[in-house]
DNA sequence: ACATGTTTATGTCAGC
DNA sequence: GCTGACATAAACATGT
């Protein structure tokens, strides 16, 4: 309900049609704090929802770059506000919000359409349904920019991810084994052993100076947003969240015993449809028993075909091991006080140079500006015991994609 | 055993 | 159609 308000309040431009990926999400969620459902990440296929790629790839930071360049003073006044235009702003406050391929394109859900949504009306740190639209690079190079330090652990980088993207929290692992693919593949990043003797699984990672080198002379190049991914762990709920309820809700027909929908989920299916136009409950692609499969077949965007049977699309019954995070609800997901202002900037120049720093006094640390007055350094301090540092949960990506700063807080 | 790291294979997609 | 970027899967090696 909450992300529902804030898309319907922040995103003028698209008003109308934007609430409805956020009124999908909103109502798993619904389904998932009130009525205590279980995630399973086994149970559906997955399914996606056409956006566009604004971000896959590392070319923003090239494009932002250049644009920032001009835009210095924009980028201060509004840093906060990644992933989210500002009102009436020119502000390049985010590759996101300032990448025109991400405006307009339209979102597609079974059976309908929906123009005018925009990656950066996710909040990819709470909503676990939506796939981050970034690439691994980026999300490594998210991490270690996060990290602050030169140089960060995969285990590190892992945590950061989990802690920043939920999707990732309750993501089939395997994603890490992609991130560690790209470690090791990707040019962009250089392995650093530990020194002899020195404590700790593992090396640490860094970015290659040579980066942003590539980054300048176009290797990267624009790309087409792939496919939301809905994050098959969460469908069920969403799908149940959408499901007709019988005359007898506890009925085994296609609903579980303790995912009964309530009253709320059924208000909120009903809004969806008012929202859509779709009349979901009577889509016979939806009709109980057949709805695992009815979502469309979700070709992920790469990937061989799985030689393992485990690995079978629609097998209900596999509980895959979680990442290291444990899985944590929407709910559990509130980290502490709204933290703002991210120096996107800073980021782009640290990319560009390829140097993380550590000089605590450069400028690339995300800080919180109120009224004008920096008051706090975010930046995690770095831990002590094994090497590894930034392991906390401190870092995490509000500033980015926060919209509080939008919305009266009587909506928060 | 598990985490980490490397390598290979294969697939999609967009740009050219 | 080719190519590059990217994602995914998996086998294997190595270190803790």
């Known amino acids: 309900m909450l992300e529902r308000l804030f898309l319907s309040c922040a995103d003028p431009w698209t008003e109308g049609s934007v609430g409805l990926e956020e009124t999908l999400v909103t109502a798993a969620a619904e389904v998932e704090k009130r009525d205590g459902v279980v995630m399973d990440n086994s149970s559906i ?29 924009h980028a201060h006044h509004q840093p906060h506000l990644f992933g989210h235009q500002q009102v009436g702003s020119d502000a390049p406050s985010s590759p996101l919000a300032r990448v025109p391929a991400s405006i307009g394109m339209p979102l597609t859900l079974p ?11 996710v909040d990819y740190k709470t909503n676990a349904y ?16 996060a990290s602050k330090k030169s140089e960060i652990t995969l285990s590190c980088i892992y945590k950061y991810i989990t802690d920043n993207f939920c999707y990732y929290r309750h993501a089939d692992p395997n994603w890490q084994n992609s991130i560690r693919h790209n470690l090791s593949l990707n040019k962009c990043f250089i392995k650093v052993p530990r020194k002899k003797g020195e404590p700790g699984k593992g ?11 590539r980054l300048l002379s176009g290797a990267y190049k624009n790309r087409r947003m792939p496919p939301v991914h809905i994050n098959p762990a969460l469908q069920n709920r969403l799908r149940l969240s959408l499901q007709p309820q019988s005359t007898d809700p506890c009925s085994t027909t296609g609903v579980q015993e303790g995912q009964c929908i309530n ?25 109980e028993g057949t709805m695992l499969g009815s979502w469309p077949v979700v070709r992920e965007r790469g990937g061989k075909k799985r030689k393992r049977s485990l690995s079978s699309e629609n097998e209900v019954t596999k509980v895959p091991r979680l990442s290291n995070s444990p899985p944590l609800s929407v709910d559990e997901q509130e980290i502490g006080p709204v933290e703002r202002d991210f120096d996107w900037e800073a980021l782009l120049d640290t990319a560009l140079t390829g140097e993380v720093s550590l000089n605590v006094a450069e400028p690339l640390s995300p800080i919180i500006r109120e ?9 995690p301090v770095e831990e002590q015991g094994d090497g590894d540092f930034f392991c906390s949960s401190n870092v995490n990506l509000e500033p980015l994609f926060n919209l509080e700063d939008l919305l009266p807080l009587h909506l928060v």
């Open 263 to 287: 009253p709320e989920s059924q208000q909120l299916l009903q809004e969806f449809e008012e929202a859509t136009g779709a009349d979901w409950c009577s889509d016979p692609h939806l009709d």
């Open 130 to 145: 939506i796939k981050p639209p970034y690439s691994y690079a980026t999300l490594i190079c998210m991490a270690m920019q």
């Open 45 to 73: 296929s997955s399914s996606s929802v056409i956006l566009d790629d604004s971000l896959t790839n590392l070319q923003w930071l090239l494009e932002f770059s250049i644009l920032g360049a001009n835009m210095q003073q």
């Open 111 to 121: 059976g309908i359409v929906v123009h005018g949504h925009c990656p950066d009306e």
């Open 371 to 379: 009224e004008g007055h920096m008051l706090e350094n975010l930046w």
């Open 203 to 213: 090396g640490f990672w860094k970015t290659d100076p040579q980066y942003a080198e």
